[in-house]
């Protein structure tokens, strides 16, 4: 399935109607961080966790999507905020960067529309300040921080 077409509706349709669904946004995040079979990892590039082919956390940090958010409290949207990074950075320290990253990794074919705005497949990382000005805790900002690092490295050195 691609999530990232389907929680792009939300977009789209917020666009329409002027009523955001912040709720239900979530909740399609969370299942689409949930589709992938929990037993296969980043190698397995069919059934397996791929973080750059799905949705990412700065869905919730995005000035594009933050009209969507704009209902909840900011302590609410603080609290998602950390939840899903710390989530997203959970599963992604579960497997090796090489594994991510395998020899032999065919490129990307699928790029996502721009009006979108960059909620997946590019450098979590590099969103650090953004995080922290979400109010996301300093660790786990370094936690993505230095992930991302050894992501960047190895990819740099498997010309990926």
Do not use: C
Not at 36 to 51: A, F, M, S
Not at 122 to 139: H, I, L, T
């Amino acid at each position: 399935m691609d999530w990232v077409y389907l929680i792009g509706g939300f977009l789209d349709l917020h666009a329409q109607t002027h009523q955001p669904e912040p709720a239900r946004l979530v909740v399609a995040v969370i299942k689409a961080l949930q589709s992938t079979d929990p037993h296969l990892g980043p190698d397995d590039l069919k059934e397996g966790w791929r973080p750059d082919e799905n949705i990412d956390p700065r869905i919730m940090i995005s000035p594009v999507w933050a009209p969507i958010f704009k209902p909840l409290p900011v302590e609410v949207h603080q609290a998602l905020t950390i939840s899903l990074l710390a989530a997203w950075m959970d599963k992604n320290l579960q497997y090796p960067i090489a594994k991510h990253l395998p020899i032999g990794l065919p490129r990307r074919s699928y790029t996502q529309p721009r009006a979108y705005g960059g909620i997946s497949g590019g450098k979590v990382w590099e969103a650090a300040k953004q995080f922290r000005d979400a109010g996301v805790p300093a660790e786990l900002v370094q936690r993505l921080q230095r992930w991302g690092i050894a992501y960047a490295d190895r990819a740099a050195r498997l010309q990926y």
